[in-house]
C-alpha cells in the first residue's frame, strides 16, 4: 500500500543525501591530505570544521525554512493572507525566494567576517593549543571567510528539493566533489601550501559547484 509513496520519497531523498555526503567528504578529503603533513594540520581542519558547521546552522535554518514556504506556495497556501485563495503562486514563490536569498547572503557574509576576524578566539574556545591555533587560524580564515559559496549552496539545495528538482542539486554535488580531490593535492603538494592548499581547494570546487 505503501510503496509508491515510499518509492517517490525516495527518488527524492537519494540526490540529498548523496550531496550531504560530498559537502562532508570535503573536510574528510582534507583531513587524509594533511595528515601526511602531520597531526596538527589535523587538528586544524577538523576544529575549522566543528566552527564552520556550527555558524552555519542559522543559514541553514533560514534555507530550510524558505524551502518549506516555496512547497507551501507551490501547493497554494496564501502565506501572507491566510484566509484568503492564493491567486498568483508563482509570484509568492518570488518572493519568499528573493527575501530568503538576501536573508541568506545576509547571514553568509557575516558569519564571514565572524571568521575572518575571531579566527583565534574560536579556536581558542575548542581548546586548541597555540601551535594548532596558528596552522587553523589561515584554514578558517579562508574556508570561514567564504562561506558564503557554502551557504548559497545549501540554500538553493532547498529551494530545489521544494520544487522537486534534487537532481540538479547531486549533479552540483558530484561536480564539486570531484574537482575538489585533484584540485586539493595539486595545492597541498605540488605548490605546497599545505593548510591553506587544502582550504582554497575547498573554496574553489564550492564556489564551482
Partial sequence: MFSPYIRDLWKQAWPNILTQVFQISLSFVNMIFV???????VSAVSLSFIIISTISIFAIAVS??????VA???????LLQKNEPLVDPSAQIRMVTT?????????????????????PQML????ANEKTIMEASGY????GGCSIFAVLMQFAG????????????????WRMFLIHIPLAYLLIFTFHLDVKGAAWATVLSTAFG
Fill in 124 to 127: 581558542s574556545i575548542l581548546g
Fill in 35 to 41: 595528515a601526511k603533513i602531520n597531526l596538527v594540520a
Fill in 72 to 78: 507551501q506556495s507551490k501547493g497554494g497556501k496564501n
Fill in 64 to 69: 530550510g525554512s524558505s524551502g518549506a514556504y
Fill in 158 to 173: 532547498q529551494i530545489l528539493k521544494s520544487v522537486q528538482y534534487s537532481e540538479a542539486l547531486f549533479q552540483a554535488g
Fill in 99 to 119: 527575501q530568503g536569498f538576501v536573508l541568506v547572503i545576509i547571514l553568509g557574509l557575516l558569519s564571514g567576517l565572524a571568521c575572518i576576524c575571531f579566527a
Fill in 140 to 143: 578558517l580564515k579562508i574556508v
